[in-house]
């Protein structure tokens, strides 16, 4: 509740895979980069413009896995 709550005061939300379009982001940014690493920096830099909390790292890779499927 106490995370909710500053989230809240603060704009920010809880990483959701069908609210957020990770998975689109990542697919257009394989599209230009293939170094794995720098498109990891770009989910945490997409993540944090937007105000979603970061994930675990094992959800992260599920998500950029999933996108350079997409792709």
Known sequence: RMYSAI?????????????????????????EITYPKEIFDRCIGYL???????PAYSTLQKVIAKGIRLE
């Open 7 to 31: 989230f809240a005061l603060t704009g920010h939300s809880f990483y959701d895979e069908k609210k957020h379009h990770l998975c689109d982001f990542i697919s257009r940014v394989s599209k």
């Open 48 to 54: 944090s413009d937007h105000k979603i909390v970061i």
